[in-house]
C-alpha cells in the first residue's frame, strides 16, 4: 500500500517587494587604473561599512561605442570587498556579458532608481502579481534606533524624536531628522533625491548619505563634531553646517 503523503497547504515561501539600500558606483570616465585606486583609498576610510556591500554599477556617463572591459572592472569592484549584483546604463553589446558574469541588468527610472530592464519586465509578468506596497507619506519613530537596527521608509520623510545607535542604519527618500544623536549610518534621498537633507541635534554619525554621495566620520569638519548640523547636497559634495 503507498505512503500516503501529507498534504500541507503552508506556502514554502513568499514573494513580494522590499526597499533595500544599494550603493551605486557611477563610472564618470574610462579610466579603470584610476578607478582602482581611488575605490580602494575609499574603502579604507570605511572598511566595515563597505565590506561585503551590494552594489550596481553604473555606466550611464560612459559614451555608447566606448570600449570597456566589464570583466575587469567588476573584477577591481570585488576586490575591494564590494558584492556587485547589477549594472546599469549597459549598452546593448554588454548585456550577455553582464549577464555572463552573474550581473542583473538594470536600467534607470525616473527618481534614479535602478529598475529591471523591459525585456526582464515581460518575463516577469508571468508571475502571480504581488499586492501594491502600502507607501507612507512619513514616518516618525518615537523610540530609539538601537545598535544593529534598520530603518528603511519607501516615500516621504522619516523623523526620529530620539538617537540612532552606532552600527544602526536609517533611510528614507525624502529628508532624516533626528531630534537626538545620530550616530550609524544615515541614507537621505535614497531614491536620487538631491533636494532631501539631514538635520541632528548631535552629529556623531559613522557615515552620512544624500542621493548616494556620501562623507564618512574622518571627513566631518572637526568643529562640527557632536553638533546640532544641517547637512545638504551640493554639486557633487555634501555640506555641513550648524543650526
Avoid at 557611477?26 to 572598511?47: I, M
Avoid at 544593529?148 to 544602526?168: F, N, R, Y
Amino acid at each position: 500500500m503507498p505512503n500516503s503523503v501529507k498534504n500541507d497547504s503552508k506556502a514554502a515561501f513568499d514573494l513580494k517587494g522590499a526597499a533595500f539600500t544599494i550603493l551605486v558606483l557611477s563610472l564618470r570616465k574610462n579610466d579603470l587604473d584610476a578607478l582602482e585606486v581611488q575605490l580602494a583609498e575609499k574603502v579604507r576610510q570605511a572598511p566595515d561599512f563597505f565590506h561585503n556591500a551590494p552594489v550596481v554599477i553604473s555606466l550611464q556617463h560612459l559614451q555608447e561605442d566606448e570600449e570597456l572591459d566589464l570583466v575587469l572592472l567588476v573584477r577591481i569592484v570585488r576586490a575591494q570587498g564590494f558584492l556587485p549584483v547589477g549594472i546599469t546604463g549597459c549598452p546593448e553589446r554588454l548585456k550577455k556579458r553582464a549577464a555572463g558574469l552573474e550581473l542583473a541588468v538594470l536600467s534607470a527610472r525616473a527618481g534614479g532608481r535602478p529598475q529591471p530592464d523591459e525585456e526582464a519586465e515581460e518575463e516577469v509578468a508571468i508571475l502571480p502579481a504581488a499586492p501594491p506596497p502600502v507607501l507612507e507619506s512619513s514616518r516618525i519613530i518615537t523610540e530609539p534606533i538601537r545598535s544593529g537596527q534598520s530603518v528603511v521608509i519607501s516615500q516621504g520623510d522619516l523623523t526620529v524624536l530620539a538617537s540612532v545607535g552606532s552600527g544602526a542604519e536609517i533611510a528614507a527618500p525624502g529628508s532624516i531628522h533626528v531630534y537626538g544623536t545620530l550616530r550609524g549610518r544615515a541614507f537621505a534621498g535614497n531614491n536620487g533625491n538631491p533636494n532631501a537633507r539631514i538635520f541632528c541635534q548631535k552629529l556623531e554619525a559613522e557615515l552620512i548619505s544624500i542621493a548616494g554621495i556620501h562623507l564618512v566620520s574622518e571627513d566631518f569638519p572637526a568643529h562640527l563634531r557632536s553638533k546640532a548640523v544641517h547637512i545638504r547636497l551640493h554639486g557633487s559634495r555634501l555640506h555641513i553646517t550648524a543650526l
